[in-house]
């Protein structure tokens, strides 16, 4: 079994350095590593040239606007039989691809969703945030390890099912991979949360960088929400994550309370006031 490991990348050479890295160190290298490159104006080409030396790289050069038609482009490349996806800021554990392989050798002609981390730790924004994509992928198990949508920063998925079902290149706006995962499924395809497939993914870590993402979900799941039956919507306010995001923020609040962390303990609230105002009017914006 053969696997592929796609990323869009746009400005970033000192994640995607980090990014080949870890698929350098691999205890199983991948077939294919593709990235495509939006338009990058740093030194992003003379570090995939570099790397070039470690691993089985294919890149392209791109123009094309918004992730869905980058991701598509990508997925036209690859000629494995898996096609993993890992964002270009995320850092794979060295068992990574060895642990992809094994769940689609046990979880046959379907999507798998690996556990995503959110670092650095000790910030105030990643730790809300990491939270946050916790409560997500808990809000979309329905039993066992099944799910109902998957996240593609750390996501694979057989090539003979994703060639013939690509990106909806209208979801500009983000939430394209929930799309693909409620449309798959509604094909008979299924998704399974495979916790041993690990990485890290560094997320923003200042007030302007959460509002801004959180401000682009909001607005990703309003569209979608346009694309969806009424029993698949998302919702401006889904209820289920809304009572695992109450618990994560009173765990939060004794935490800092334990360390005498005041600081965080004042300001944590202010911080999910800010995310529902956000959440709301980022999809009030869009819907």
């Not at 394209?176 to 949360?193: A, H, N, T």
């Not at 960088?209 to 998302?234: M, T």
Request: proline share 3%; net charge positive; hydrophobic share 40%.
């Amino acid at each position: 079994m053969t696997i592929s490991v796609l990323t869009p990348t746009r400005n970033r050479a000192d994640y995607l350095k980090l990014w080949l890295d870890c698929l350098a160190n691999q205890t199983r290298k991948p077939d294919e590593v593709i990235i495509v490159d939006n338009g990058s104006t740093d030194n992003t080409q003379d570090v995939i040239r570099m790397y070039k030396k470690k691993l089985p790289i294919k890149s392209k050069l791109s123009r094309a606007k918004g992730y869905p038609k980058i991701y598509n482009e990508a997925i036209k490349m690859a000629t494995s039989d898996i096609i993993a996806f890992l964002d270009d800021d995320c850092i794979a554990e060295p068992d990574w691809v060895e642990n992809s392989i094994s769940a689609h050798k046990k979880y046959k002609n379907a999507a798998i969703q690996g556990k995503t981390e959110s670092i650095p730790k000790g910030n105030i924004y990643v730790e809300v945030m990491g939270d946050h994509y916790q409560n997500w992928i808990k809000g979309n198990i329905i039993k066992g390890n099944e799910m109902v949508t998957f996240d593609n920063k750390n996501m694979s998925i057989p090539a003979k099912i994703l060639k013939n079902n690509l990106f909806l290149e209208s979801m500009r706006l983000g939430a394209e991979d929930i799309e693909l995962g409620k449309r798959l499924r509604r094909k008979g395809v299924k998704i399974y949360y495979v916790p041993s497939i690990k990485a890290s993914h560094h997320e923003r870590s200042t007030l302007k960088g959460f509002f801004y993402q959180h401000l682009r979900i909001a607005k990703g799941e309003a569209v979608l929400d346009k694309k969806l039956s009424e029993d698949e919507k998302v919702g401006m306010l889904v209820n289920k994550k809304n009572m695992l995001s109450l618990v994560s923020f009173l765990k939060r609040e004794l935490s800092y309370l334990s360390k005498f962390d005041f600081i965080s303990f004042f300001y944590l609230p202010f911080l999910y006031l800010l995310l529902l105002f956000t959440r709301i009017y980022g999809y009030m914006l869009k819907s």
